[in-house]
Every structure is written in structure tokens, then in C-alpha cells.
């Protein structure tokens, strides 16, 4: 079987609090983007292999371990070999791994019969990853608590999309560790976002954009983070943002010739660029 496993961006991230258990209460807009990883899931012993050979290629992938998890939800002995030709750059900020371990919850559900309803593959994502349960459902969403409480919303209306990862990866875990919530003093207006959406208003929405993990970034990561931004702005997006834990910067265009310049121009200094759109 066959499986495609999008990529996710933030319309908008804020951190409200650390929380007892060590994790944050998150509350995030949410968007697929067609850029996409391909998973290949046949029946076998649980091999894995990608097309990066510094992933884990063992049982502590996410795509595996997500079927770990299903199994020991279902009763299921279902094994398989996962092959993922990997698209999506990693440490980016974009889900790449929480989107494959979502692509082998629902074709494992659908290969075994097992009839599990997408909330309960969501619920079964949760231990793997606090952006799986968004990576089953996809679309566009707002997702609170550790990320897990999803709210569907309507989507972002059709555009191009530039998306541009620096070269340097960054540690979700590290990242958060460095939030001080008294230092946070801007945040994205998340009620504004869902306002714009339910207007169809793309202009409104790219413009609300805005992730609180831009101001935890060390000072010289924010330049590199800055100067992407400017640059998609120059070229004429509708706004620019990062998303997730970084260091992925995205930008929004509502012409592709506009957001085709741009994805050149970033291009000539950054290897892993992207045109894409919405999903
Ligand atoms: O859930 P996941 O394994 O993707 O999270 C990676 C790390 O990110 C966690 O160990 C935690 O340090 C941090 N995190 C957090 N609050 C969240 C999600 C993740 O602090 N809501």
C-alpha cells in the first residue's frame, strides 16, 4: 500500500503555559500543505528504510512506532516493512515524522479492517506524538492543549506557498526548554486567525500570522529567521512566518508568478525550497 504524508505549517503558534507534566498548552492554527512524504507499507517484519540515511532505520522511527502503538490498541499483530522516500526536510518545524506515523495509523486501519473512526486513531497518535493526532485529520484545525484537543476550521483559501529551511535543524525539546512565559510579550492573534478564515479573507489570515517561538530563538538563528521573511515579503507574500519549532519559514502568495520569483530567488541561496499549496 501506498501512502502520502503531508506536511503541516503554522498559521499561528502560542505557548499559554508549562503545564505539571513538563509538556506546553499550545494553541495552534494548523494547515497541510501538498508537500509530501511517500510511504510504502507492505506486509513483513517490521523493516524500515528511508530515503535519508540518517533517520533511525529501527523500531524507534515514528512510522514504527506508530505501529507499535496501533497494535497494542487494536490486538492486531499486524507487522510491517515501511519504506518512506522522505520529502519533507527534517527538525523543520513541518511534522515530517508525525505525518508518517499518521499515514501508517489510517493505512493500517484501512488495510486491516479495523474500522477505528479517525478520532480514535488521533487518540492512539497521541503517545507517539503531540502532532499526530493533527497529522490524521489534516486540513486546516486548531489544535490546543499538548496539541492533541483539535477544532476543525475552514480552510485557508487557495494560494502558493514558498517554503524555506535554513540549514541548521532545531531541537523541539531545546527550544521549548528556553521559554520563559514572563519574556513572552507578543503572540498571535488566534481568535483574529479564525475570524479571516471563516471570512474566506487570505490577505487577513497571512497577516495574523505569527509563531511566540520566534522570539525564543537564539539572537543569530532570528536574523537567519528575519532575513527569510523579508525576503518572501520583498518578493510580495501576503505575509511570512515561521512554523513549529523552526527553523522552516513559509510564505503566502495569492499569484504563482509572484511566489514562482520567489521560490527562485530564496533558491539561490538555500537548497531545500519549495512551491507548493494548500491541501
Ligand atoms: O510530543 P513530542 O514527542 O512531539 O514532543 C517533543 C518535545 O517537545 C517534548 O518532549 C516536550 O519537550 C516538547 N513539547 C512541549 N509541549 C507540547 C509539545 C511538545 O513541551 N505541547
Do not use: W
Not at 509530501?36 to 533511525?56: K, N, Q
Not at 490486538?75 to 508518517?100: H, M, N, Q, Y
Not at 476550521?153 to 526548554?177: D, E, G, M, R, Y
Not at 504563482?256 to 499549496?277: H, K
Request: hydrophobic fraction near 45%.
Amino acid at each position: 500500500m501506498q501512502a502520502q504524508a503531508f506536511a503541516k505549517l503554522n498559521l499561528t503558534l502560542d505557548i499559554l503555559g508549562k503545564r505539571e507534566d513538563g509538556y506546553h498548552d499550545l494553541q495552534m492554527v494548523m494547515q497541510s500543505i501538498a508537500l509530501a512524504d511517500t510511504l510504502t507499507i507492505t506486509p513483513g517484519e517490521g523493516r524500515m528504510d528511508t530515503s535519508l540515511s540518517y533517520l533511525p532505520s529501527d523500531d524507534r522511527n515514528l512510522a514504527q512506532l506508530a505501529a507499535a502503538a496501533f497494535r497494542a490498541a487494536t490486538g492486531l499483530e499486524v507487522r510491517v516493512d515501511i519504506t518512506i522516500d522522505k520529502r519533507i526536510p527534517v527538525c523543520a518545524g513541518l511534522a515530517g515524522g508525525s505525518s508518517d506515523a499518521a499515514a501508517v495509523l489510517r493505512a493500517l486501519n484501512e488495510c486491516t479492517n479495523a474500522g477505528l473512526t479517525p478520532e480514535q486513531l488521533a487518540k492512539i497518535g497521541e503517545q507517539v506524538g503531540s502532532d499526530v493526532p493533527y497529522c490524521v485529520m489534516g486540513g486546516t484545525a486548531l489544535a490546543e492543549g499538548r496539541g492533541e484537543r483539535l477544532t476543525p476550521l475552514p480552510p485557508l483559501p487557495a494560494c502558493h506557498v514558498v517554503v524555506c529551511k535554513p540549514p541548521f535543524p532545531i531541537s523541539t525539546p531545546q527550544l521549548f526548554a528556553r521559554v520563559d512565559m514572563k519574556k513572552i510579550v507578543r503572540r498571535p492573534d488566534t481568535a483574529g486567525m479564525i475570524a479571516a478564515l471563516e471570512a474566506a479573507d487570505l490577505a487577513g489570515a497571512a497577516r495574523r500570522m505569527y509563531n511566540v517561538f520566534e522570539d525564543v530563538l537564539e539572537p543569530r538563528r532570528r536574523v537567519q529567521i528575519d532575513e527569510i521573511k523579508a525576503r518572501l515579503i520583498d518578493c510580495g507574500a501576503l505575509g511570512a512566518c515561521m512554523t513549529g519549532s523552526g527553523p522552516t519559514v513559509f510564505g503566502l502568495f495569492d499569484g504563482e508568478a509572484a511566489a514562482r520569483l520567489a521560490a527562485q530567488r530564496l533558491g539561490e541561496q538555500y537548497r531545500e525550497v519549495f512551491l507548493t499549496q494548500t491541501v
